[in-house]
């Protein structure tokens, strides 16, 4: 499970890389690897629930998202 939090990120900024985020995101949804995701109520941020082979996996595919250099990213691993 991974916690975001999004930093140093404009509205304008924001606004322009939001389409090609919500495309990736749905593809990782349409493919099986992100299970769950909640959008955070008093922060910038979003939970994930990705399905990774480790941390470095985690970072790889977080890294090909254009909200990645906004990213204060916290993982913790889960269970079956």
Do not use: C, F
């Not at 090609?20 to 910038?44: D, F, P, R």
Request: charged share 30%.
């Amino acid at each position: 499970m991974i916690d975001i939090l999004l930093q140093g990120l404009d509205n304008e900024t924001r606004m322009a890389l939001l389409p090609k985020e919500q495309e990736m995101i749905k593809e990782w949804e349409v493919n099986g690897i992100l299970l769950a995701s909640y959008i955070k109520a008093e922060t910038a941020g979003i939970y994930l629930v990705l399905l990774a082979n480790d941390k470095l996996d985690v970072d790889k595919k977080l890294s090909t998202l254009p909200y990645y250099p906004y990213m204060k990213i916290d993982i913790m691993t889960l269970r079956d």
